[in-house]
């Protein structure tokens, strides 16, 4: 099932230190995946994708690792710096190329403290 | 750099009123998008629009649902006869090419919808 609800998993760090949020999706099926960033009030921004075929991807200051034995992705940011603070949501393609839906994950919420 | 738009910021409505929530997809782009987003939840497909057409829809895009894009720019999203639980962010999103040909999904500002 689905854990949903009030209450994001938070992850709090200094500026400057290397930041990992994680993600577990559902589908083993799945066969891409992104990461999006979502700043209070705003929609979500796309930071980076991966496709199955692949076990990790970089971009600018972020890193995105899959473990598709073990369902579970991770994203990478680099000396994080005060905008990064936002929401971080991993969404998943379901049940492969058929199809253009995006399931979304929880969601963690980054806090980077000064 | 090109980004999609949605009209209102925020909109009240009381129970049982019909809504239209309005978008501009990035201009080059041919797939459309509505998600919502329940304060504190995930964010949740509603449904794909491609050729003028509903592609693949939810389960939560019922027949109070519809889609439509009346010109060359806009892309619509009517609920007939809102419900307290419809109250959420919608979000509209839009793609240059489908998820099979490696094409991120651009997502607007928002539309809150609060129904009393």
């Known amino acids: 099932g689905e854990s949903v609800g009030l209450h994001l998993p938070t992850l709090s760090v200094q500026e400057g230190d290397n930041s990992i949020i994680n993600c577990a999706y559902s589908n083993s099926a799945s066969d891409y995946f992104i990461w999006y960033k979502q700043e209070s009030g705003k929609g979500p921004q796309f930071i980076i994708d991966i496709r199955s075929n692949m076990d990790k991807r970089q971009g600018q200051r972020v890193t995105v690792l899959l473990n598709k034995t073990v369902k579970h992705l991770s994203l990478q940011i680099a000396a994080t710096q005060p905008g990064d603070s936002a929401v971080y949501f991993c969404a998943e393609r379901a049940h492969g190329g058929a199809t253009n839906k995006l399931i979304f994950g929880t969601g963690t919420l980054l806090a980077v403290q000064p | 750099e090109p980004e999609v738009t949605q009209t209102p910021s925020h909109q009240v409505t009381q129970m049982g009123q019909e809504v239209i929530l309005r978008c501009v997809p990035i201009?080059?782009?041919?797939?459309f998008y509505w998600y919502r987003q329940i304060l504190g939840q995930k964010v949740e497909f509603l449904v794909s629009f491609y050729n003028n057409e509903i592609s693949e829809k939810s389960e939560i895009f019922d027949d109070q649902f519809s889609v439509e894009r009346p010109d060359g720019s806009n892309f619509t999203l009517k609920i007939r006869s809102t419900k307290l639980e419809d109250s959420a962010m919608y979000f509209c999103?839009?793609?240059?090419?489908?998820?099979?040909?490696?094409?991120?999904?651009?997502f607007g500002p928002g539309t809150r919808l609060t129904v009393l």
């Open positions: 201009s080059n782009h041919l797939y």
């Open positions: 999103a839009s793609s240059q090419l489908n998820l099979a040909g490696g094409n991120e999904q651009f």
